[in-house]
């Protein structure tokens, strides 16, 4: 059995800029299961398991914590060459790194990512039995950095009430000038 692994290099990274960019992120919020925090790790699943993904905890039922969100997400989409990420989920939106471009799929599997914006950098073969393959890709750093100045615009205007809300099927992308691939695109 495997056990809980420390965040990889990218996650921590992620998180790290997320929290010093947008305060409101290093809090708390109250679930069933106690307080927890916004940016979460271990927060189940095989991709948390080892360290390669992170949940950011901005509920859709809350109409600033969605627009903080879809914002959020539409910066993940547009470095996504930079942070190298395998997989966005929010709400019922899937964005997965393809080469060089983003493919845009309806996600229909749960609805558990109504609360949550989740990014993984997992490759097949990341785990084999019981021994973890770190990707590559889980490996990077500089994207914090990099992004620094848009996450502080984003926190400026969000914490000014100056953000709308994305249309996520579309935004993200067209923000990102990349060509999107897949049948099942909206």
Do not use: C
Not at 144 to 152: F, G, V
Request: glycine residues 6%; hydrophobic residues 40%; proline residues 4%.
């Amino acid at each position: 059995m495997i056990e809980q692994q420390r965040p990889s290099p990218a996650v921590n990274a992620l998180m790290r800029e997320l929290g010093a960019t947008i305060p409101m992120l290093t809090q708390t919020y109250q679930d069933v299961r106690g307080r927890l925090p916004r940016l979460q790790y271990k927060s189940g699943g095989t991709s948390h398991l080892i360290g390669i993904a992170l949940d950011v905890v901005l509920h859709k039922r809350v109409p600033n914590h969605r627009i903080l969100a879809h914002h959020l997400v539409a910066l993940f989409v547009r470095y996504a060459d930079q942070m190298r990420w395998s997989q966005i989920i929010y709400e019922q939106s899937n964005w997965v790194r393809r080469g060089n471009s983003v493919q845009y799929l309806i996600y229909t599997r749960d609805s558990r990512h109504d609360s949550h914006i989740h990014i993984d950098w997992w490759k097949t073969g990341a785990i084999e039995g019981n021994t973890i393959n770190i990707p590559a890709n889980a490996n990077i750093t500089g994207f914090a950095q990099t992004m620094r100045n848009d996450l502080l615009q984003v926190s400026n205007l969000w914490s000014n009430n100056q953000l709308t809300i994305l249309d996520l099927p579309t935004d993200p992308l067209s923000m990102r000038l990349v060509q999107t691939v897949g049948s099942r695109m909206r």
